[in-house]
């Protein structure tokens, strides 16, 4: 064993591991106390080459989702299967609809048994429904695989959210949720230029340009299944599950590996270690108090935020191809051009104002990027009302809000994430998601409805404002109530659950 790898209590050698016990009883699980120091070594680590793993392995998932659901967006689709303005809004309400089927189910399933044993899984059946889109014979089918390809990202939103936010030291989590859930937009800007030449009619035929770029995201989601398979188990999620040994050891290995790589360990204070007792099983019931009796502030602020952001984003971005052929005559191959400067808003928002979430803090920069996006949308619905914009324009007005918007609809994942114990981190997550996309699910219809044939901008014009007011709401209630999580580590946000049965056992044995 080399000296770097001694559990030396030297500075830059990584530190001694703490004790732990599994407590495995012969008759089922029955676990004992653990101290460990987990949490507080992985935050104190400086950023190495595994966080960029963890990064690109994770995060580039909502790349692929973002080209397909440009893909559909951009609706080259609905003269083969025959589908109306309505029934197009229908199919993305069918995806929204799958996330949230999704979410719930895997939602669970990723605080019960585990972050990896998700990864491959909810990816697996995003893909499959992905690729049997691009088979479609029918309107019917259409909608069934958009719902598979919908359950499989939903379940990505909540494994993946909660491995990143346990993975990734204190001091850049924030910037780094807020980039990786951005980064959706780097997929849009990706489909929005295939589209271009997918369904150019010059250049492919356009019965099978559409169908093409269906395939694009399982090609490169096999890559992305392979990379998943070098990231580790959560040692956060294993340290209160009765797998303490085996978090010991995969914090070893990363310190490790970050050691190696020529950066210097801090030791970690005695202090800052945790005491946890594992639990196998949560009861539900048990996970309704943590939301309604031990945190209802933070409940409510996860539900107005993740509702207020998914009501804007699904009603603009889904008529968004819509509006520019009715009001202004893009032509539908054309629409895509116009797309890709509105998702590069998008995507420079969360990366050039996120590091802000860290230092400014969580609550002045929500409340501040949702209440600029909510004033320069209700000003382009002016505009948009008095007919002084071209498609230009409009876009430029959508480039600008949805650059504050994108931030705030970010650190709403993040908000979620980060504010409630590690034990219902992922239930938190598909929970909140879940009831999101269900008010954004109805969007995409009512902004349809408003759209009509394009005969009259008046139903829009309000369907605007309200959609400003929603996010404004959004902003206040995250002033209010928002927590002050920046540079704090998860533990400190919110105590895991096993922390606090370890604490009353400490009473009793006192007592």
Known sequence: MSDAAQPAGAAGSPPPAASSSRGRGGGGPSFSAVRSLIPARMDRLPWARFHTLVIVGLGTAWILDGIEVQIV??????ADLGMSNQQITASATSYLFGQVIGSLVFGRLTDRIGRKKLFALTLAVYLLGSALAGLSFSMWFFYLCRFIAGAGIGGEYSAINSAIDELIPAKYRGRVDLAVNGTYWAGVALGAT????????????????WRIGFFIGPV?????????????????????HGRGDQAEDIVAGIEQRVH??????????????????PEERL??????HVFFKVYPGRTVLGVTLMVTQSFLY??????????????????????GLYMIPFAIGNLLGPLLLGPLFDTVGRRKMIFGTYALAAVILSASAICFSMDLLTATTHTVFWCIAFFFASA?????????????????????ISYFFSIAQIAGAIAPLIYGALIGEG??????????????LIMLIGGIVALVLGVDAERKGLEDVADPLSKRNAEQDEQQEAI
């Not at 299944?225 to 209160?240: K, Q, V």
């Not at 210097?264 to 946890?276: A, F, G, H, R």
């Open 260 to 277: 190696d790589s020529g950066h210097e360990l801090t030791e970690v204070d005695e202090s800052k270690s945790i005491t946890v007792k």
């Open 194 to 209: 295939a589209t271009i030449f997918l369904l150019d009619p010059g250049i492919i035929n356009e019965h099978w340009g």
């Open 408 to 428: 705030g609809a970010s650190s709403a994942y993040l908000t979620v994430s980060e504010v409630f114990p590690l034990e219902v981190r992922g239930q938190a």
């Open 220 to 240: 490169l989601g096999i890559i992305l299944i392979l990379m998943r398979r070098a990231i580790p188990e959560s040692p956060r999620w294993m340290l209160t």
């Open 283 to 288: 009861p539900f019931r048990e996970v309704a």
């Open 314 to 335: 699904n009603a603009i971005f889904f008529t968004y191809a819509i509006v520019l052929e009715q009001f202004y005559g893009v032509a539908k191959d054309a629409a």
């Open 73 to 78: 967006a951009a609706n080259g689709f609905a």
């Open 455 to 468: 005969e009259s901008r008046g139903p829009l014009v309000i369907g605007y404002i309200g959609g400003s």
